[in-house]
């Protein structure tokens, strides 16, 4: 690299290429991911398009503002019901078409899996919203079925009861069918069969009923185990005959009605979708030939969401899109079914994450960063050899700057040997020189102030070669020592978050989620950070990022202003996050909206959640908030009488106290 004008004398360092708010969406992948619910606008600021592709859109960073005004603190968890309808509806039009391309004779008719989010407002909000599609729910667990049978109406949607069941869950669900509703009990273990049938006897009725079968197809990935021999659910090939024959004799074969399998969570690759489909088709046959009316294919949930958008079959995304799978599954069934003359069943999904991962953003707040102590200190006389050395160290890593830049004299520092070597050999010196000055200091040597410059001028010294190397990074190969370099430069991002609260999947399952600041965008990031949640715990931080099929550890972002906000989304999480969460270090739930656009464009706040108070953190574990300050308040009147505590002090202590018990449990301004 020369750079020097015709006449010799030394170019301007080049300003970095121009940046806009499209390149700020191609960095954080946001024009993958997002597609086609969230995207960029010129002002650098993430926008949502509720609707989709059907027009409409809001500023995230105006709307978080709004929100704001409206006493809802960061961090808060914004949820657009208009996203879920949308799912909704993509879902459907998807097996539509596939219906169609391929003649299939039969349905699509999905039921949510009321696991992956069982919030009140969602539930109900996807079953209205479903109701023109007679879309149902899966329910997994009693409380479940509970949520399931009171909120479904409509007689034609499916009730598919999964799960562990004892007497009590079989008989609710048979009695539910005299509601008007349509469960259908999914047998899962061998042992459920003979509750089932003494329960129908007692009742002089019976459930619709499902057979789950364990496949031996297997899955890739984080649930690759939910299926094959040893899989916690679902019937083994022999259990499956052995029930059908145990159903039949007590005159039960007649409401068998649904096949079902589920292959795990996120499958990645649609071959091993396609092997499970053949397999449970083929099964489907069979029980259609051994005399039960079957009518149900239930593929279960799966269907997953590229979170990194790079289309692959790797962990954080999927080799194949809504529609493919809509087509797989509606064609295999069909090639199943037709050289038998089975007639084709109803398809059944239970899609969660595929319908509810995008409609939530969760904001968050950053409230400070911490980085390298890396500021020169001031020359004093009379320093100790070793702060003279680093300081020389540095001044060389700085005349290497000007070489890089100025070379145009063949003679120049270019071409005494390549500059990253040099580089190299300034660092090599840099930490001999602070391991020198360790060492001394151990002895009693070296002073603590003088320490503190050591380390300081160490610092310095890896800011100039990491920016050194930055100006080189496209034209020389770099050695590998100093590659880490920037890294180690690295900032902690403090987050107004606890992700054992609000993204506890990043941490239990090193799941990746899209990361990003909703505005700024327009503006190069010219850091590399992670983030560092509230809680007392290591492990309380967001350091994978999604990078296009792979992970990386630190993310671009932008050194923070004084008085203004960096606010950071984390996109895709409206599946499993909120139930798994938990109150580590009593951080509690974050405040919660749900945000429907409105027809004359704007939006309307339909619900508002508060986050938990600390106060009820407290009395989740038993504490009684009341009981807790009135014991503060004895111990400082005590504090008082004894001259230790002004009055108005203890005033204004109880007074923090009683506040925070009605407040969230996060950083308030
Ligand atoms: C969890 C679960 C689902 C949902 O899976 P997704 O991957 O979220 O679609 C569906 N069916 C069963 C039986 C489940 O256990």
Known sequence: MVLANANGTPAA???????????????????????????????????????????????????????QGRDLSLPLLIRFDDILEDRLERLHAAFGRAIAQYGYSGRYQGVFPVKC?????????????????????????????????????????????????????????????????????????????????AASQDLGAAPF????AKLSTRSTGRWGSSVGERAKFGLSIPDVLSTVATLREAGLLSDLRLLHFHIGSQINDIAVLKDALQEAGQIYV??????????????????????????????????????????????????????????????????????????SVLVFDVLGAGSVPGDMPELEDGEPLVLRNLRDTYKGILEESHGVLTAVDPEGPMDQGAAPERLQEAW????????????????????????????????????????????????TLIPEELRGLPAALAGTYFANLSV????????????????????????????????????????????????????????????????????????LGGAYQEVMGNLHNLFGTTNAVHIRLSDGGGYRVDHVVRGDTNAEVLKAMEH???????????????????????????????????????????LQD
């Open 624 to 666: 009684d908030p009341d009981l807790l300050l009135e014991r503060l308040r004895v111990v400082s009147e005590e504090a008082i009488s004894k001259g230790q505590l002004a009055i108005s002090d203890a005033r204004r202590l109880m007074a923090h106290l009683r506040t925070s018990l009605g407040q969230t449990t996060y």
């Open 286 to 359: 069979e029980l259609t030939r051994l005399g039960a009316p079957m009518g149900f294919l239930d593929v279960g949930g799966g269907l997953g969401i590229d979170y990194d958008g790079s289309r692959t079959a790797t962990a954080a995304s999927t080799n194949y899109s809504l529609q493919n799978y809509a087509n797989d599954v509606v064609a295999t069934v069909r090639e199943c079914c037709e050289p038998h003359n089975v007639p084709v069943p109803t398809l059944v999904s239970e899609s969660g994450r595929a319908i509810a991962s995008h409609f």
């Open 13 to 67: 360092v080049p300003t970095a290429p121009s940046w806009s708010a499209a390149d700020g969406a191609a960095l954080y992948g946001l024009d993958r991911w997002g597609d086609p619910y969230f995207s960029v606008s010129a002002r650098g600021h993430v926008m949502v398009q509720p609707r989709g592709d059907r027009g409409g859109s809001l500023d995230l960073v105006d709307l978080v503002q709004e929100l």
């Open 428 to 475: 090599n010196d840099a930490l001999k020189f602070k391991d020198d000055a360790l060492a001394a200091f151990r002895l009693g040597y070296l002073s603590l102030p003088d320490r503190a410059k050591a380390e300081q001028l160490t610092w310095a010294c890896c800011k100039a070669i990491a920016e050194q190397l930055e100006a080189m990074a496209q034209k």
């Open 500 to 571: 054992f609260r609000s993204a506890p999947d990043t941490w239990a399952i090193d799941q990746l989620f899209p990361v990003m600041p909703l505005h700024r965008l327009e503006e190069r990031p010219t850091r590399l950070g992670s983030f560092a949640d509230l809680t007392c715990d290591s492990d309380g931080k967001i350091a994978r990022f999604i990078d296009r099929g792979q992970v990386k550890s630190l993310l671009e972002l932008h050194s923070l202003r004084p008085g203004e906000p960096y606010w950071i989304g984390l996109f």
């Open 117 to 197: 989010n069982q919030q009140r407002h969602v539930v109900e909000q996807l079953v209205e919203t479903g109701r023109r599609w007679h879309f149902g729910l899966e329910a997994g667990s009693k409380a479940e079925l509970l949520i399931a049978l009171s909120l479904l109406e409509d007689p034609e949607a499916l009730l598919i009861c999964n799960g562990y069941k004892d007497r009590r869950y079989i008989e609710t669900a048979i009695l539910a069918r005299r509601l008007g509703r349509q469960p259908v009990v999914v047998i899962e273990q061998a042992d459920e069969v003979e509750r089932i049938i």
């Open 209 to 212: 009923l499902g057979i789950r």
